[in-house]
């Protein structure tokens, strides 16, 4: 596999001696595995104009050792391309356009790079799942993480949390009254959920609560009942934790009956917040009086939305919502427990804003996922619902997914890791001998468990099926209406 590696991970990055060692880390993964990592031409071009010689010298010494990707491809005359990610307006962007776009004509497997840019270009280009940064990569690549022991998320009091930890420095920053409020919602017995490194400082925050008040947008936008998000906080790369924060805070307002939920904001340039909530339907509806910008998610459309006409869109924008009318088709696929463990996390053994009772796994965090199977069917399309079917042990259907994109006929490892990017639970080791036949990627958005898993003997019974799955296989609108009350599916949760 060719892995493109961006030379601006060796210098000029703050808190380089932490960040060396995961890199070093990472490059010792990849040459173990057989990797090619591979430098832009350019790249070094960049690093030999530096005016720091002894800097200079370091880095062209740490890369010399790397190949330089031979014949580039240009991006100067693919308008495509250049409306997307727009036209470069000084070195530094261009450069970074003929990067990114090493990955985007799949010269190279993955990209790998800190840069906020870099990663900006590739949401919109839809390569996200290709370009990574160090931790990512790591969680792809590193032997060691099967077994992964889960860090933990903790529903917790704010009165419990050190307001003194790193995670509330930028916070403090912007709010010279964030003490006192602090102290208020500490006072008030406040819910939230923390994510805790292994050192005990914390890695990731959710404080929320219900309120029915005007919400101040610029103009006054009318009370009703609401999800506030009022703070959301991840220092913690790698582990999808905000993804998971965005998944349990649309559930429990689901759950609750609420029909928005909304966060404010001070927007910085190349925002991965912006960027997280933006994927899932939070929409900029104006800024406050304070200066911050105000995001609103609804969470079930108007009826005649044009995203009735788009699934896909539909599972995004008012996620957890999916469609599941007569329209599209409905399959179940079988997946073995050893996946389903990494793939799906239940209740039992994830958090939720009302109870806690273990740890999470990385790939259980991800809202958007990828499954691999061997089978030759044709016909599932994206919008198209996926039924997974938790095989040989405890034989039930557990949840509901929605397609994003299927890709047929796949041999190579390379393009298979290529597809599924950051979304994998496989290790590189499953995926050569998954690869060995012809596979099937299926990507999906992940909607839904199902209150009440709908076991073997059951589906039986109902006649949905007569044996257990082997294979993925179509399921009739009607037989998934059946299985859809069995399981116990809340209508909030779907469109129709």
């Given at each position: ?65 790397y190949l330089l990707l031979e014949m580039a491809p240009s991006p100067d005359k693919d308008h ?106 500490s006072k008030e017995g406040r819910d939230c959920l923390v994510h805790y490194n292994k050192d ?297």
């Amino acid at each position: 596999m060719r892995i493109l590696i961006d030379t601006n991970i060796f210098i000029y990055r703050e808190n380089h001696k932490i960040l060396s060692n995961n890199l070093q880390k990472l490059l010792n993964v990849l040459n173990n595995l057989g990797h090619q990592i591979i430098v832009h031409p350019l790249s070094k071009i960049e690093i030999e104009k530096d005016k720091d010689e002894k800097r200079k010298k370091i880095a062209l010494s740490k890369i010399s050792t790397y190949l330089l990707l031979e014949m580039a491809p240009s991006p100067d005359k693919d308008h495509k391309f250049l409306n997307i990610v727009q036209k470069p307006s000084n070195r530094h962007d261009y450069v970074d356009n003929n990067i990114i776009y090493s990955a985007y004509r799949n010269a190279v497997s993955f990209l790998i790079t800190e840069d906020k840019d870099l990663h900006k270009k590739a949401i919109k280009l839809n390569i996200q799942d290709r370009v990574l940064s160090i931790e990512d990569a790591l969680t792809i690549f590193e032997y060691s993480r099967y077994p992964t022991p889960p860090p933990s998320i903790k529903k917790e009091k704010v009165y419990n949390l050190d307001i003194n930890d790193k995670i509330f420095d930028s916070l403090k920053e912007e709010y010279p009254e964030f003490g006192e409020w602090f102290e208020k919602i500490s006072k008030e017995g406040r819910d939230c959920l923390v994510h805790y490194n292994k050192d005990g400082t914390m890695g990731a925050v959710l404080i929320y609560k219900i309120e029915n008040e005007p919400v101040d947008a610029g103009s006054i936008l009318p009370a009703k009942e609401r999800l506030k998000i009022s703070t959301l906080k991840v220092s913690s790369t790698g582990n999808k934790i905000g993804e998971l924060f965005i998944r349990l805070s649309t559930e429990y307002s689901s759950r609750m009956g609420l029909k928005e939920i909304y966060l404010t904001h001070f927007t910085k340039p190349d925002d991965y917040l912006v960027y997280l909530i933006e994927e899932y339907g939070f929409i900029k509806v104006g800024r406050n009086n304070r200066g911050e910008d105000v995001f609103i998610k609804e969470l079930s459309p108007d009826k005649g939305a044009i995203v009735y006409s788009d699934p896909v869109k539909l599972s995004k924008i008012f996620y957890p919502q999916f469609f599941d009318g007569k329209t599209i088709k409905k399959f179940i696929v079988p997946i073995l427990p050893e996946y389903h463990e990494k793939l799906f996390i239940d209740t039992e053994r994830q958090s939720t804003l009302n109870e806690h009772s273990g740890g999470f796994i990385v790939e259980g965090n991800a809202i958007k996922k990828a499954y691999l199977s061997h089978s030759n069917i044709k016909k599932i399309a994206p919008g198209d619902l996926l039924l997974f079917y938790r095989s040989r042990d405890s034989q039930e259907i557990t949840g509901i997914g929605v397609v994003e994109q299927t890709i047929p006929d796949l041999n190579d490892v390379d393009d298979i890791m290529k597809y599924v990017g950051k979304r994998t639970v496989y290790s590189p080791q499953e995926i050569e001998k998954i690869a060995e036949s012809t596979t099937l990627v299926i990507l999906f958005i992940y909607s839904c468990y199902l209150p009440v898993p709908v076991s073997l003997r059951k589906l039986k019974a109902l006649k949905i099926l007569k044996t257990a799955p082997q294979s993925i296989q179509e399921l009739s609108h009607e037989n998934y209406l059946l299985l859809k009350k069995a399981g116990g599916i809340d209508e909030s949760f779907t469109v129709n």
